[in-house]
């Protein structure tokens, strides 16, 4: 079945990169996404790219896709404390019926 | 353009008790998810809706948990008996359909259940 992981904790000081990384094992994957979630508030999907890309760049945040080695990473430029969520790695496939299959979150503290 | 709209926002229940959730999607979403998100987990899919017929219920509990979504429009969510194990955010979703290539989902807020 499929799975995904991420690191737990990040730790960040405002105003440098940070980066987010996940592995996941279906390798029929068709999109990967990174959702933000803050306390009290639902998910909201920041960047998605779709499998057959190895990148792509909105604004501060640079995603890159390793599809031989399954793993997706987010790079947040110039870090800000607004930043300071937990971000979750997500994956879909057309044959699973694009369910969002989740990891388990990386809670990202930016400090000033 | 309103977005998915739950309620309650909370609910505290004791064991072995019933709840329900509601959850009513963005117009014209023809898909429609319902997750549990357990505290310091990413959220998990219980049961997936396109219209009014299931796509994927794998992962629901069926001795306690069930969904319907009758009209293909609204949908509610409901847990009986609940167990301490329950205790969670259960999250609606919606897109416009899975068929297509990319279906982006959105989120609602979420109903936070907490059974004691």
């Known amino acids: 079945g499929e799975d995904v992981e991420q690191s737990l904790f990040l730790s960040v000081r405002e105003g440098d990169s940070s980066v987010i990384n996940c592995t996941y094992t279906?390798?029929?994957?068709?999109?990967l996404y990174w959702y933000k979630q803050e306390p009290g508030a639902g998910l909201q999907l920041l960047t998605y790219?779709?499998?057959?890309?190895d990148m792509k760049q909105d604004q501060r945040l640079t995603v890159l896709l390793n599809k031989k080695d399954k793993h997706l990473s987010l790079r947040i430029a110039d870090t800000q404390t607004g930043d300071s969520a937990i971000y979750f790695c997500?994956?879909?496939?057309?044959?699973?019926?694009?369910?969002?299959?989740f990891g388990g979150g990386t809670r990202v503290l930016v400090k000033p | 353009e309103a977005g998915v709209a739950q309620s309650p926002r909370y609910k505290i229940i004791e064991k072995r008790q019933s709840v329900a959730f509601w959850c009513n999607p963005i117009?014209?979403?023809?898909?429609l998810y319902w997750y549990q998100q357990i505290l310091g987990q990413g959220p998990k899919l219980l049961i997936q809706f396109q219209n009014n017929g299931v796509v994927d219920d794998s992962q629901l509990p069926k001795d306690r948990f069930s969904a319907e979504r009758l009209k293909g429009v609204d949908s509610t969510l409901k847990i009986q008996p609940a167990k301490l194990e329950d205790s969670a955010v259960y999250l609606c979703?919606?897109?416009?359909?899975?068929?297509?290539?990319?279906?982006?989902?959105?989120f609602g807020q979420g109903t936070r259940l907490t059974v004691v």
């Open positions: 790219i779709f499998s057959n890309m």
């Open positions: 979703a919606s897109s416009l359909d899975w068929g297509a290539l990319n279906t982006e989902a959105f």
């Open positions: 997500a994956e879909s496939s057309k044959a699973a019926g694009n369910k969002l299959t």
């Open positions: 279906d390798s029929s994957s068709t999109y």
């Open positions: 117009s014209g979403h023809a898909t």
